[in-house]
Every structure is written in structure tokens, then in C-alpha cells.
């Protein structure tokens, strides 16, 4: 069974520097290109980064990049996102999401979804 969990949310004052992880169980993950995605209420789920599963190429939305960082690690099944410069526009929930196949921007190409941690920045 597949299983995306992640950890690391609360709350944070603006201009920190949070550390969200994603723990992949029941995949094979360098297969998967894994990516972050961010939700407010009453808004369609926006995406933050991805991650390439063999190559390890990264791509980063235009509100976090510069600010937020992609990494994995394979033999460990973790997907890490480390958040820079947070601002209170940035309260969200995240999520984690994975695909077989490229990098994609659309919410609705990925097949596999964690739970969501709440990120709430103060300013």
C-alpha cells in the first residue's frame, strides 16, 4: 500500500525557515516524480516544486522560487521541503504529491496525495 505522510508544519513567524518532510512508503520511488503543493480555502491547489525521480531535476513555482528548496532522498523514501523566507502569504496547507513520469504543474496529474500539514506563518 502506498502511503505519503507528511510532518514538519505549524506555526512559524515571517522569515523563518520550516523543513517539511515527506515520508514515502510502498514505492519505488525513484519512478516518481514528487512535488509539493499548497491550498487555502476557496482556492484551487497550487504547486510549489517538484522533484525528478532519476535525474533529480527540480522545478519551482514563481511565488516560492528563490525562497524554497526541493530535495530526496531515495534510499531513505523521503521527500524534503525547505522553506526560506516564509512570508504570511505563504500560510497553507501542504501537501505532497507523486507521479510516475515527468514534472508537472497541474494538481490533477498526480495520482498520489498525503494528508496535508497545516504551515501558518505570522507576521
Known amino acids: 500500500q502506498v502511503q505519503l505522510v507528511e510532518s514538519g508544519g505549524g506555526l512559524v513567524q515571517a522569515g523563518g525557515s520550516p523543513r517539511l518532510s515527506c515520508a514515502a512508503s510502498g514505492l519505488n520511488s525513484d519512478r516518481y516524480t514528487m512535488a509539493w503543493f499548497r491550498q487555502v480555502p476557496g482556492k484551487e491547489r497550487e504547486f510549489v516544486a517538484a522533484i525528478l525521480g532519476d535525474s533529480g531535476a527540480t522545478h519551482y513555482g514563481d511565488s516560492v522560487k528563490g525562497r524554497f528548496a526541493i530535495s530526496r532522498d531515495n534510499a531513505k523514501n523521503t521527500v524534503l521541503l525547505q522553506m526560506d523566507s516564509l512570508k504570511p502569504e505563504d500560510t497553507a496547507v501542504y501537501y505532497c504529491?507523486?507521479?510516475?513520469?515527468?514534472?508537472?504543474?497541474?494538481?490533477?496529474?498526480?495520482?498520489?496525495w498525503g494528508q496535508g500539514t497545516q504551515v501558518t506563518v505570522s507576521s
Open positions: 504529491a507523486g507521479r510516475i513520469g515527468s514534472a508537472a504543474i497541474i494538481w490533477l496529474a498526480y495520482d498520489l
